[in-house]
Nanobody, 124 residues
Framework: QVQLVESGGGLVQAGGSLRLSCATS????????MAWFRQAPGKEREFVAA????????NYADSVRGRFTISRENAKNTVYLQMNSLKPEDTAVYSC?????????????????WGQGTQVTVSS
């Protein structure tokens, strides 16, 4: 069983930065591709970024490419999302997800395990 716990969310002004962390139980290092999704109030959950087991395959949503960076430390069973140049439209609950596969997917239905989410609020 894989458990995911996000941290690092908060309130930040537009243009600021936050770093989200996703700590996992269980051995994800060699078996699980990881991703971040977000859900804003009144909207459907959307893909943000994803990373393969060996970190060589990384995908970003067009809306965050160039501003956000996903990374992972397999030795620590932790995945990160560095968010720079934040905008009010980035306000959402951010959740990490794990997929028992080498390569990531852009689709939430491909992910088996989910964290509870962490709130990110960007003020204008």
């Amino acid at each position: 069983q894989v458990q995911l716990v996000e941290s690092g969310g908060g309130l930040v002004q537009a243009g600021g930065s936050l770093r989200l962390s996703c700590a996992t139980s269980g051995r994800i290092a060699s078996s699980y591709a990881m991703a971040w999704f977000r859900q804003a109030p009144g909207k459907e959950r959307e893909f943000v970024a994803a990373i393969s087991v060996n970190t060589l395959t990384i995908n970003y949503a067009d809306s965050v490419r160039g501003r956000f960076t996903i990374s992972r430390e397999n030795a620590k069973n932790t995945v990160y999302l560095q968010m720079n140049s934040l905008k009010p439209e980035d306000t959402a609950v951010y959740s990490c997800a794990a997929r028992r596969a080498y390569y990531p997917s852009l689709y939430e239905y491909d992910y088996t395990y989910w964290g509870q989410g962490t709130q990110v609020t960007v003020s204008s």
